[in-house]
């Protein structure tokens, strides 16, 4: 099977590479063994929160000098400060054209609150997370956080208090009593945020969410209930707001998580939409190398039949994707063999005080300063590595995940494409 460019994982990284090279007409497979992190996250997108210093950072773009100085190998520092900014405005545009209207922009972070009721910074939010600017507060006095009966992957009277103790708003916490949901609740496993996301954006039940929704809130003057609404679109909370006459806004849950699947769906429909192949269930499981060139590619469901391609983008991710793996005596890149940053002694991977950033949280694949993937110290030419696969950075203590992977993306994409060009 031959096609222009094959991506391994199907991810935030890989699919928005795989989209902008389909958007510039190239024939594009994405390769994905599993669910990407995409599935466990808080569906907003972090560009840069934090220095490797520990200094919080308020505006990303003019923290990325800084960040030079104290992490060289970061892919930021690699790519450098114009062509970040360049590409975290062009990933901002490619979010819209997937049907993604995020609020936030790269010139300043804003605070989105979590599902414990506390607040963190962050590049990009999807309209349904309740924000607030730095330094600022949320513009209501009386709110009420409604969890859902029975459903435990979200606690209303944790986040209600932490939003008074921080802010001071009044909170009334309260439980939806929503007989519809009875049949998932009989069965505990079943009863999590996507399923109930699926019978709420139902209109009819919405409409009995709405009832429900009005008899607890009272008087608030804004609702926050956990992000069980919505799994396809935006259409079943605005028509929520509308309905109720007053702001409505989603918490993150424990995964899958719904905000983030949404954005997942929005990325494959882009992709399929502009002919793009996305392979599900199926891994790459190793490679034919023609010097320093990949002339082929193994996969588990195609057995012996090889995915040829001029270009490999390798969107893997990390440990939790099994994108690298950790053996007792070091951390592999399992598919290529590539290099990696990592520690030699097992006992320097982490630390012991679990707050402490964590080193192998910075272990990765090591690449050039285009990101091609080095394998013994050299570039596999037609070989790139993008996302969380990637090393030199720590994506929850410098809060940098969705953004290395986005920007490094439409980087590589961009490559490839010029390359074609001057070829
Ligand atoms: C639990 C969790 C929550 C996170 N939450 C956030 C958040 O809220 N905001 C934020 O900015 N960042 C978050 N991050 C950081 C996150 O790493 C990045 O934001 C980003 O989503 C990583 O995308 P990725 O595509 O590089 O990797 P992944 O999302 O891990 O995707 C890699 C994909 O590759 C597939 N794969 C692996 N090996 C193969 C193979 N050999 N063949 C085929 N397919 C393969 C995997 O199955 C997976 O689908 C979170 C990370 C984790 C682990």
Redesign the pocket.
Known sequence: MQFDVVV???????LSCAIRLAEQGKRCAV????????Y???????LLAQLPDGTAVESPLAALPALAQQAPQHPYSLLGAARVATLAAETVQLLARCGMQMQGSSEHNHLRVTPLGTRRATWLSPQAIPTTELGGVLPWRKLAVLGIEGFLDFQPQMAASSLAEEQGVMAKVASLHLPLLDRLRNNPSEFRAVNIARVLDVPENLAVLTEEIRRQAGEAEAVFLPACLGLESDQPLAALREALGKPVFLLPTLPPSVLGMRLHQALRQRLQQLGGVFMPG????RADFDGQRISGLYTRNHTDIPLRAQQVVL????F????LVAEFDGIRE??FGLDVYSQPQREDWSRRDLFAPQPYLQFGVQTDASLRALKQGQAIVNLYA????VGGYD?LQQGC???V?LVGALHVAQQIAMQEVSA
Do not use: K, M, R
């Open positions: 391994i994982g199907g991810g935030l990284a890989g390769v994905s063994s599993g669910q990407s992190a995409l466990f996250s808080s569906g907003s997108l972090d199926d891994t790459v499981l969107a893997s991710g990390s939790f994707s099994n994108g399992p598919v993008i996302g969380a696969v994506p995940g969705a953004g992977s």
